[in-house]
């Protein structure tokens, strides 16, 4: 069974920058579609960006332009590199694998905080 380890959350002040990875176990990594997912407290959790196995990439529109997503299949990690960071990207980031809509597995999710 696969399992996502999710580091690189913390605090840090508005216009900041972080790096999310999440390290993948499983030799099924290079075929996963693998998404970054946030939750904040009292809202719905959202996808924030998703990689297919094939290397495109998709944001949401808050996100755009401030946040790239990677993956490196030898090293089975994807990455959320996150710039100019605003207090309302605070919340706790997920890491998922995604088959078609459905998520099939969650990793236990970082931190972020952005202070204004």
């Known amino acids: 069974q696969v399992q996502l380890v999710e580091s690189g959350g913390g605090l840090v002040q508005a216009g900041g920058s972080l790096r999310l990875s999440c390290v993948a176990s499983?030799?099924?990594?290079?075929?996963?579609?693998m998404g970054w997912y946030r939750q904040a407290p009292g809202k719905r959790r959202e996808l924030v960006a998703l990689?297919?196995?094939?290397?495109?990439?998709s944001y949401t529109d808050s996100v755009k332009g401030r946040c790239t997503i990677s993956r490196d299949n030898a090293k089975n990690t994807v990455s959320l590199q996150m710039n100019s960071l605003k207090p309302e990207d605070t919340a706790v980031y997920y890491c998922a694998v995604r088959k078609g809509i459905f998520i099939t597995t969650w990793g236990q999710g970082t931190q972020v905080t952005v202070s204004s």
């Open positions: 499983g030799s099924t990594f290079s075929i996963s579609d």
């Open positions: 990689i297919t196995a094939g290397g495109s990439t």
